[in-house]
């Protein structure tokens, strides 16, 4: 952990973008992270995909 520390602070990047390149950390909150962490990416796809109905539904009231 110490070495990505020091990698990441040498290029001026956060942690968590040298251990998870592919997140867009700028924009998901530390709970988004925390909550989802573990999970497999069929369940996250699962969450999201209730996420967007219910925001379907709060379009049309």
């Given amino acids: 952990f110490e070495t990505v520390a020091l990698v990441a ?3 001026n990047i956060s942690v968590d973008a040298a251990i998870f390149p592919d997140m867009v950390n700028q ?3 530390k709970t988004v992270v925390d909550f989802f962490a573990g ?3 069929a369940e996250i796809e699962k969450y999201i995909a209730l996420c967007k109905q219910a925001e379907a539904f709060q379009k049309d009231e």
């Fill in 9 to 11: 602070k040498e290029l």
């Fill in 27 to 29: 924009t998901v909150s």
């Fill in 39 to 41: 999970k497999s990416e």
